[in-house]
Structure formats: C-alpha cells, structure tokens
C-alpha cells in the first residue's frame, strides 16, 4: 500500500521538483514574450501553481486523516522552502539570478495550487458519488 501511495502521490510531485531543478539550470533561460511586462512573474506563478498543487495532493492522501491538517501546512512549507532554494540555486547558474519578486510569485502561485488541488477534489468527490 505504501509503494501504491508513493508512485500515485508522491512521484509526481517528486517529478515535478525535478522539472523545476532542470528549467532552473539553463543558462539564459527566456520566456516567451506574450506581450505582458511581467511575463516572468506568470511562468513563476504557474509553475508554482502546479507545484503547490502536486504537494498538497501528495500530503493529504499520502497521509492519514488524523494528520491532514497538519500535513497541509507542511506541504506548504516546503513548496515555499523548496522556491526558496530554487531562486538561492539560480545564484550559481550563469545568466540567472536570483529575485525576491521571483520568490513572491512563487508563493502567490503556492497559495492558489493549494486553493485548486480543493477545488479540484471537491469536482472530483462530486464525480465519484455520481457513479457510485
């Protein structure tokens, strides 16, 4: 049951921190211009979204009930821990540095995966009942 629960909920989120490692390594990564000033601000804030929301599904299921809430925070904690060390790694990359504004971004994005993966249940207990 643990492994189920690890390559279900777990992995992903693993994975995802790998992609973000990755982008955050290449030198003189450019995001596309969409015609938006803070185009940068956006990829942070919806790589962060993603992120966030991969966690807090990792540490609610993953978890027992009795330790949910508590689990939440944690998954929190550590997205933001984790976009911390991200934009302190992006310091040692050529062409890359690090930013505050980077950083709040990430944590607005943070904030909204945790509201989505809710919401994104909520939809999904509805469907379940459905075809119960």
């Given amino acids: 049951m643990m ?3 690890f390559f279900l ?3 992903p989120a693993i994975l995802y921190a790998g992609v973000i490692f990755a982008l955050s390594s290449m030198k003189n990564l450019h995001i596309p ?3 938006i000033s803070w185009s940068d601000k956006i990829a942070h804030f919806m790589e962060y979204s993603i992120f966030s929301f991969f966690m807090v599904r990792a540490f609610y299921y993953g978890s027992s009930p009795e330790n ?3 689990n939440l925070w944690i998954a929190i904690l ?3 821990l984790y976009a911390a060390s991200d934009e ?3 310091i040692y990359v050529p062409g890359r540095t690090a930013s505050v504004s980077d950083w709040m971004a990430d944590s607005v994005g943070i904030t909204l995966g945790y509201f989505l993966f809710f919401y ?3 939809i999904e207990d509805r469907f379940r009942h459905f075809l119960a």
Avoid: M, T, V
């Fill in 3 to 5: 492994k189920k629960r």
């Fill in 9 to 11: 909920y777990y992995l």
């Fill in 33 to 35: 211009d969409i015609g």
């Fill in 68 to 70: 949910r809430k508590r």
């Fill in 78 to 80: 550590l997205s933001l």
């Fill in 88 to 90: 302190f790694h992006q």
């Fill in 120 to 122: 994104w249940k909520k």
